[in-house]
């Protein structure tokens, strides 16, 4: 959507619709979680020679049994050509569905299209005939959404929230896109092929259709993706008319800052405004952070690095194929901003969060390993594979300075969380049914595992174990919007009730603990 990133889910025959994409077969999603369809990577469509989706019946080529996707990058040629799209849209092309009734109900206005552009030309052809060519493409889009009936604050640094009727809150995206494929025949069995995409993105009001809180446009984050970029080399070798060689190597790396939202109507550092969540409108005002997590400053960095290497022997009967493959998976995760939010309820304060914010860590390798054969026989063909994975996670050492209520913290580095082994049988059978190649019956018997990404690294970091985030009552008697008591104090003084969690900043004792010995 135009203020999330990109979560893809593809559904079919009941499957849990994650949808990893790849492109020249190395995945360009997300390292961290087992969805392993999330990724700020969108196909620029320019680009794409061949797509291929595999729906079932996955062979022990691949580790996943989801709905996986490749792209195949256009290669260019000895002739020179192009392509090109535009797109364009305002608000006068759009209707909506206000009417009296509503109105009277107090709605004030509807979400609508603001504006849309979009351009995407490409161009590709020789650079050397008949021996290196190239293939690029671009892309820019930007647009702007108008909120329903949500309007800037006309008093953004008071402690209320007063709309100002005549600024409609906006949800503005910017989309770029650039890539470049260059493909080299070195001599007529060895073909060279390098790809470099680089993807900026810029979600102005990250979190402005978010509704559990609602956030004025002041509290909304500005979310940059940078770099965002996808880089593989590929070497084909049809060594024989029966031996074909196929290596390579990718990175998909991504960084993502969310900020503040950037408004050069303020006067003041972002960073010095204290977020206040009013509970009779479930709004967050003034700055973003209400959720607790103190995430509105963050700055998480994912890189994969991915390899492969197979070779292909080809008989009458037998197409037999051997080949490695590995993932390096580094995320960094930095949450900080503002250590503590406010609470009101009628313009009442009552509670205070306070945080405790840091840097976390992970890494992951997958390794995989795999053989297979089809074997065709007549008008019945067996595919048989075998595949062997291993998933091993962990956690560096990690030192987090001090915080404003935390002192600071070290934390051990944390092996093998996960260290998994498995060998999984992949077993095919097709029939011809007429003889004809036309209509065939299929079963297949296969066993996978499973994305997990770093969700077992990230469960049983030291850091995230403890806990983060507490909340005290607070009694602002003197109505002077600030709390007289001793915020370090875990216990009950001034206007402040003691910490819901006396753990605050430690580890917690409630935890459940991993031990790969029970699994």
């Not at 680089?198 to 809180?213: D, E, G, K, L, M």
Request: charged share 15%; with cysteine; net charge neutral.
């Amino acid at each position: 959507g135009a203020s999330q990133a990109d979560g893809r889910t593809t559904i079919i025959h009941g499957s849990r619709g994650t949808a990893p994409v790849s492109i020249d077969g190395f995945s360009v999603n997300f390292v961290p979680t087992s969805n392993s369809s999330n990724s700020s990577f969108y196909l620029n469509v320019a680009l794409a020679q061949e797509v291929t989706v595999q729906t079932s019946g996955a062979s022990a080529e691949s580790q996943w049994g989801d709905i996986m996707s490749n792209v195949i990058p256009k290669e260019g040629g000895n002739n020179l050509s192009g392509y090109f799209y535009t797109q364009y849209t305002n608000e006068s092309m759009q209707g909506d569905n206000i009417s009296q009734a509503l109105i009277d109900q107090g709605i004030r206005s509807v979400a609508r299209n603001d504006y849309k552009k979009n351009f995407v030309p490409a161009v590709g052809g020789p650079l050397v005939k008949n021996k290196l060519w190239f293939y690029s493409a671009f892309q820019w889009q930007d647009f702007n959404l108008w909120r329903g009936d949500m309007y800037y604050n006309a008093t953004p640094l008071a402690w209320t929230y007063t709309p100002d009727l005549n600024r409609p809150a906006p949800n503005r995206v910017t989309d770029g896109d650039w890539s470049l494929r260059l493909t080299m025949q070195a001599t007529p069995r060895n073909k060279f092929m390098v790809y470099f995409d680089q993807q900026p993105h810029v979600i102005n009001q990250r979190n402005a259709t978010t509704f559990s809180p609602i956030y004025a446009p002041e509290a909304t984050n500005t979310y940059r993706t940078w770099p965002n970029a996808v880089y593989t080399a590929v070497w084909k070798s049809p060594v024989s008319n029966k031996l074909f060689l196929d290596a390579g190597a990718g990175q998909y790396s991504t960084a993502i800052a969310t900020r503040p939202v950037e408004d050069p109507k303020y006067l003041v550092d972002p960073y010095s405004i204290i977020p206040v969540l009013e509970t009779t409108t479930n709004m967050c005002y003034r700055a973003s952070g209400c959720n607790g997590a103190g995430g509105w400053d963050a700055d998480p960095y994912n890189i994969a690095l991915n390899s492969r290497a197979s070779a292909n022997y080809v008989t009458g009967a037998h197409s037999f194929k051997l080949g490695f493959q590995s993932r390096f998976g580094r995320v960094s995760n930095n949450a900080s901003g503002k250590d503590y939010t406010y609470r009101f309820t009628n313009g009442i304060p009552n509670q205070i969060t306070q945080l405790a914010p840091g840097r976390d860590h992970q890494r992951l390798l997958q390794t995989g390993l795999f053989a297979m054969d089809t074997w065709t026989m007549n008008r019945l063909t067996l595919n048989l594979g075998l595949r062997y994975d291993q998933q091993h996670g962990w956690v560096p050492a990690n030192s987090v300075e001090k915080g404003t209520f935390v002192p600071a913290r070290t934390y051990p580095e944390v092996q093998n969380v996960p260290l998994f082994r498995d060998l999984s049988p992949r077993i095919g059978v097709a029939y011809d049914l007429f003889g004809t190649g036309r209509t065939a019956l299929k079963m297949t018997v296969n066993r996978y595992t499973d994305t997990i990404g770093v969700d077992i690294s990230r469960a049983n970091d030291p850091l995230k174990l403890a806990v983060a985030s507490a909340t005290r009552t607070w009694n602002d008697a003197d109505k002077d919007y600030e709390p007289d008591c001793d915020l370090t104090s875990t216990l009950a003084n001034g206007e402040c009730g003691a910490m819901s969690d006396q753990n605050f900043g430690k580890a917690n004792p409630r935890n459940v603990g991993w031990n790969s010995d029970i699994l």
